[in-house]
């Protein structure tokens, strides 16, 4: 492979017109980091940081029509799925990638920081049974992961056995992000992978107000890293060193008496 390689990978994903999350945020990734990024949308969503408005769903036509296309012409080397709002794109999703052998990330995501719900009620069983058996790896924060386990998550000794649940229960890879523990000075993710509990400790940054997308940009950088050959838990450690020096610099924007900001991807 000569230095000039430069890997595909492809996002699955909702739209977010503030550019902060879903398919805007993954790109700016994939480009940060070398990648050529493919994009697949599963829904747009008409949203700032600070508020979700209105959603639409693509068709499931549509989406496959993307899917089948991309698939098809470019040697994708690793995919991402994010917002999956239906079962219905839950399941076009896995009716592609079970045919491909693509190493796939999978952000279980569900819920906006706003609080909002993002996809259908019925979207949980859809995800465990049709898709993260498909998966390498699942990035749940720890809502997502007590929602895919149906228990409650306290403390840094129950993040690690959630890992290890939800990745020996899919024969998967599992990283538990625990930056919803309580705590001043730092966090813990737990990445179980290969049998193995890998314990990544990072100093706690109190997100700006007005901020998100940093789940979606965290597993476009791993995507990217698995996209250029790296081992898992080199792509997970720089994809979490990556997110906390854009979280250092994210940029603030004061506009009609509120803030608004954007990770660092300049
Ligand atoms: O941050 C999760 C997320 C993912 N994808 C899209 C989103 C959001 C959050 O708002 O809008 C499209």
Redesign the pocket.
Same mark, same amino acid.
């Given at each position: 492979m000569d230095s000039n390689h430069i890997p595909v990978a492809l996002t699955i994903?909702?739209?977010?017109c503030s550019g902060g999350?879903?398919?805007q945020a993954d790109l700016k990734t994939f480009l940060n980091h070398r990648v050529q990024g493919l994009s697949a949308v599963t +829904?747009i969503?008409a949203?700032t940081p600070l508020e979700?408005r209105h959603i639409e769903q693509v068709q499931e036509s549509t989406l496959e029509a993307q899917l089948n296309i991309l698939s098809e012409s470019y040697p994708i080397s690793a995919a991402k799925t994010?917002?999956l709002p239906s079962q219905a794109s839950i399941h076009s999703v896995a009716k592609v990638l079970i045919k491909s052998g693509i190493p796939l990330v999978v952000d279980p995501?569900m819920i906006?920081?706003?609080g909002s719900s993002?996809t259908e009620e019925n979207t949980l069983h859809a995800l465990t049974h049709q898709l993260l058996p498909l998966a390498t790896l699942v990035t749940p924060n720890i809502p997502e992961a007590e929602a895919i386990l149906q228990r409650s998550i306290q403390s840094e000794d129950e993040l690690v056995t959630a890992a290890r649940d939800i990745a020996q229960c899919y024969g998967i890879s599992c990283l538990v992000k625990g930056g919803h523990l309580s705590g001043d000075a730092e966090r813990l993710d737990v990445l179980w992978h290969a049998d193995h509990a890998h314990h990544f400790r990072h100093p706690y940054i109190a997100l700006p107000d007005g901020m998100?997308?940093t789940? +979606?940009t965290l597993s476009a950088a791993i995507t990217a890293g698995l996209a250029h050959k790296k081992e898992m838990t080199e792509a997970v450690s720089d994809a979490i060193a990556y997110l906390q020096q854009l979280i250092k610099n994210a940029h603030t924007w004061e506009h009609n008496h509120h803030s608004i900001c954007c990770l660092a991807w300049l």
């Open positions: 994903a909702g739209s977010d999350a879903g398919i +829904c969503v949203e979700v994010g917002l995501v906006a920081s706003t993002l998100h997308g789940g +979606c």
